[in-house]
């Protein structure tokens, strides 16, 4: 009878969880006009609706082999409790990546002045939220705001997560304001570093790369999302020269299948390239974990089984099965969350124990 294979949970670096609900239904053009959609779903949202939304949806990431979650967070303080408690409930380990929002977006995002942002923050910590600070964006954040934020990190030993170069569009705006890109103003800032991820980077040009490679900063690669917005495509090869710290996230929550956003991955770079295995089965696997726990400064968090009986997998040789999941199986494979196995070693501090709701059950009700 075969058995199981256990490997670390997956780490989702970077969601944004209420725009599950935009599958299928928001069209547009582009990434401008799905934005619109967005906002109006962003709009409509409540504690209530986070805790029963984010519940159910931390639970389908919790069957498909996510074990953590990074949530790019920036709907208010309310909301954000409402998230953690939707967290334990799902037995998914959170990091709340609180965002920072000084213009544009709805009101709902923004504060006052970063240093209510900082309250924010210490607010959040002091309730025992794992919290991860995240200027939104250079869009959404001034220099000032950057600066202050990339201090406080650093004086806290904080996680910094901050979007940049999806969109063409954020880029010409930078240069028309700061006379540079998205990443050499994130760099001016004193924002890059071994603390920092920066999500997507799809249009970094090679001197923003070489930034993020000499700072030691990490790449969160959304490739589903990335897609599925027309976003374009990672420079999935150049980062990889540079060496450059990958990890993944569903982001705008299209699917949630970390062996599609890891195989997506490595197609881009195939694409690219014209070769095969630019990343390796051990590089790509731990993008999905390892790389993911380090962006979110994840000290430990629970390990995963996979059925070596499902039917994916029927026919593959031991030693083929982990190229097998990334090549050709969907998170169906994963079977559970290995009870009370974790990955890395120490305590992951306050707030960071998830309760056990038993067995998988994505998509039944929460009880
Ligand atoms: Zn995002």
């Known amino acids: 009878m075969p058995g199981t294979l256990s490997l670390p949970g997956f780490v989702n670096a970077h969601s944004h969880t209420f725009q599950r609900a935009l599958r299928g239904a928001a069209g547009g053009d582009d990434f401008w006009s799905w934005r619109e959609k967005m906002l109006a779903e962003a709009e409509r949202q409540t504690p209530a609706l986070v805790r029963e939304t984010y519940e159910r949806t931390y639970r389908e990431m919790r069957a498909a082999g996510y074990t953590a979650v990074g949530e790019f967070h920036y709907l208010g303080l309310p909301e ?16 709340l990546l609180h965002v920072a929002y000084a213009r544009g977006g709805l009101p709902r995002f923004r504060q006052e002045s970063v240093a209510d942002y900082l309250a924010e923050v210490e ?14 964006s250079v869009r959404a954040t001034p220099v000032g705001w950057l600066e202050e934020i990339a201090r406080y990190a650093d004086r806290e030993g904080l996680p910094l997560h901050v979007h940049a170069d999806e969109q063409p569009r954020e880029i010409e705006e930078c240069l028309s304001e700061h006379g540079c890109r998205p990443i050499e103003l994130l760099a001016r800032s004193g924002c890059l570093g071994e603390r920092t991820t920066v999500v997507h980077a799809t249009h970094a040009d090679g001197g923003e790369l070489d930034l993020l490679a000499s700072s030691g900063t990490t790449i969160c690669a959304c490739p589903t999302t990335e897609a599925d917005l027309g976003d374009g495509f990672l420079p999935a090869e150049r980062i990889r020269r540079r060496s450059i710290p990958l990890c993944v996230g569903s982001d705008s929550n299209v699917r949630i299948d970390p062996f599609e956003e890891l195989r997506e991955l490595e197609g881009i770079a195939r694409r690219q390239t014209g070769r095969r295995g630019v990343f390796s089965t051990d590089e790509l696997l731990e993008f999905g974990s390892e790389r993911g726990a380090v962006a979110l400064g994840l000290g430990d968090w629970p390990r995963i089984e996979i059925d070596l009986g499902h039917p994916s997998l029927a026919g593959v040789a031991s030693d083929d099965v982990p190229a097998a999941l990334v090549a050709g199986c969907a998170a169906d494979v994963v079977v559970r969350t290995a009870p009370g196995a974790r990955v890395g070693p120490g305590c992951a501090g306050p707030g960071s124990a998830a309760a056990d709701p038993g067995p998988i059950d994505a998509g039944r009700p929460p009880t």
């Open 80 to 95: 954000a409790h409402a998230a953690r408690e939707a967290a334990v409930a799902a037995g998914v380990e959170l990091i």
């Open 123 to 136: 607010e959040l910590r002091g309730a025992g939220l794992r919290i991860g600070v995240a200027p939104h």
